[in-house]
């Protein structure tokens, strides 16, 4: 597992508050009720800042951030290198 993906799973484990509960990359979030759809926009900004891809949000679907490995797989499906400043 990548670091990033390490970083996503802490980063869900803060958001989710849930003491005990154990996530990995596999683990449904969406489907299981764990994230909702608000959370899905805080998810999808670290997904982007983790892999330094713009993710148009038009472009994503519930099912595609259902677990950190489609997450990761949608960023590469569908991200685009951001533009160094």
Same mark, same amino acid.
């Given at each position: 597992m990548t670091t990033e993906k390490?970083?996503?799973i802490g980063?869900?484990?803060q958001l989710l508050r849930k003491p005990?509960?154990?996530?990995?990359e596999n683990t449904p979030l969406v489907s299981s009720g764990l994230i909702d759809s608000? @959370?899905?926009? &805080?998810l999808l900004l670290k997904l982007e800042?983790?892999?330094?891809?713009?993710?148009?949000a038009a472009?994503?679907?519930?099912?595609?951030?259902d677990t950190v490995a489609k997450m990761f @797989?949608?960023? &590469?499906r569908i991200g685009k290198p951001r533009?160094?400043?």
């Open positions: 390490q970083q996503m980063y869900i484990a005990g509960l154990e996530i990995d608000m @959370a899905l926009v &805080d800042e983790l892999t330094r891809k713009r993710i148009p472009k994503v679907q519930p099912k595609d951030m @797989a949608t960023a &590469d533009k160094q400043l």
